[in-house]
């Protein structure tokens, strides 16, 4: 069973960097796609980025664009999402997680429709 953890959440001021790690495990292939996404209290989850695994394409949503990085690790099975510049708005509990799909459909449109998915870790962006 594929199984993700998402880790690495905090507290940091604004302008300031994170990085986020997302463990997985159960994979039969190290060509695999991870997802981040991210729900703000009281919004719907949004889709933040995205890395195909097929070809190590990586997507971003527009508000994160310029700031954010998504990476994976294939010896590690670890994928990693670095959060610069951080603003109060990407405040939420971010989630990582994995399409099994050969396509890159979901990973291209930044889709919840996604497979597995781990615990998510919280990060705050606040003075």
């Known amino acids: 069973e594929v199984q993700l953890q998402a880790s690495g959440g905090g507290v940091v001021q604004p302008g300031g960097s994170l990085r986020l790690s997302c463990a997985a495990s159960g994979f039969t292939s190290d060509e695999y796609t991870i997802g981040w996404f991210r729900q703000a209290p009281g919004k719907q989850r949004e889709g933040v980025s995205c890395i195909a695994g097929l070809d190590g394409s990586t997507y971003y949503a527009d508000s994160v664009k310029g700031r954010f990085a998504i990476s994976r690790d294939d010896d590690k099975n670890t994928a990693y999402l670095l959060m610069n510049s951080l603003k109060p708005e990407d405040t939420g509990v971010y989630f990582c997680?994995?399409?099994?799909?050969?396509?890159?459909?979901?990973?291209?449109?930044?889709?919840?429709?996604?497979?597995?998915w781990g615990q998510g870790t919280l990060v705050t962006v606040s003075s």
């Open positions: 997680a994995t399409d099994m799909s050969d396509s890159d459909f979901f990973c291209k449109s930044l889709s919840a429709n996604f497979d597995s």
